[in-house]
């Protein structure tokens, strides 16, 4: 693409393309000047103008008893599109969800290998709620994501403010690791041994995600209101029946 129309693709086109251009030949220059570069008339000059210095594209000053245009850096093209690109990843999670809703289904997504359980994993920090239910099968997790990949999961959660309610089955232990820790947002559990918990499974607003062993190799992440309200339920039941590290 030329430049003019690699410049469309970002909504700068036709009389605004021109707008823009004619002020970033110019540098700074009297409106009237600018509305004659860009072969604009003087009242729609002053509308394209007005929507460029909203975009942050220019700005306007006075000089003396004339309004001049003054061109900004072309990097704030940039940084606008790195801004939007931050805040829609931020609302990212509460679109989908209305989305979701409105089409009163739920949303099941299966990832492959590790890649996919990593995927998996780090979905669980779009937690709004900034409350993880969490049933972690510990032998499993040690393989695959593997504890390189939890430390950095574990300190961007803390970052995040995200607290963690965790359950697993003494059996699946295999290193004293992750224990109970308020600095670290986690409070631990132990189900009774007849209560086995084999898969990892993280509960959050209105998902419940799965993580398989090594062996299967795979992550899932099912969006439902309902599926995650029943997981909720068994989760704070079992919760009820297990015990703190400290009483085992």
């Not at 990212?92 to 890649?115: C, V």
């Not at 359980?117 to 780090?122: N, P, S």
């Not at 004293?176 to 986690?186: E, M, N, V």
């Not at 009774?192 to 190799?217: C, G, H, Q, R, W």
Request: glycine residues 6%.
């Amino acid at each position: 693409m030329d430049f003019e129309q690699q410049l469309a693709t970002m909504g700068l086109d036709g009389k605004l393309y021109r707008a823009y251009v004619a002020v970033l030949e110019l540098g700074e220059a009297p409106v009237q000047m600018v509305a004659k570069k860009a072969g604009l008339g003087r009242t729609t000059a002053y509308d394209l103008l007005a929507k460029l210095e909203k975009d942050g594209l220019i700005h306007m000053v006075e000089r003396g008893n004339k309004r001049h245009v003054v061109a900004e850096d072309p990097v704030v093209i940039m940084q606008r599109l790195e801004l939007k690109r931050q805040v829609m990843g931020d609302l990212l999670p509460q679109l989908r969800s209305i989305y979701n809703r409105a089409k009163s289904k739920p949303d099941i997504r299966f990832y492959e290998g590790e890649e996919g359980i990593r995927t998996v994993l780090w979905d669980t920090l779009t937690c709004r709620s900034k409350n993880l239910r969490g049933i972690l099968s510990m032998n499993e997790l040690t393989e695959t994501p593997g504890l390189e990949e939890f430390d950095l999961y574990i300190a961007e959660r803390l970052k995040r403010g995200i607290h963690l309610r965790v359950l697993r089955s003494a059996s699946k232990d295999v290193d004293t690791i992750w224990p109970q820790s308020a600095a670290d947002l986690r409070e631990l559990r132990y189900a009774p041994p007849a209560v086995l918990l084999s898969m990892t499974t993280y509960i959050y607003d209105d998902k419940v995600v799965f993580i398989s062993s090594k062996k299967e190799n795979y992550g899932m992440i099912f969006q439902s209101e309902e599926f995650s309200r029943l997981h909720e339920n068994l989760f704070e039941g079992i919760w009820a029946i297990s015990t703190p590290p400290s009483t085992r």
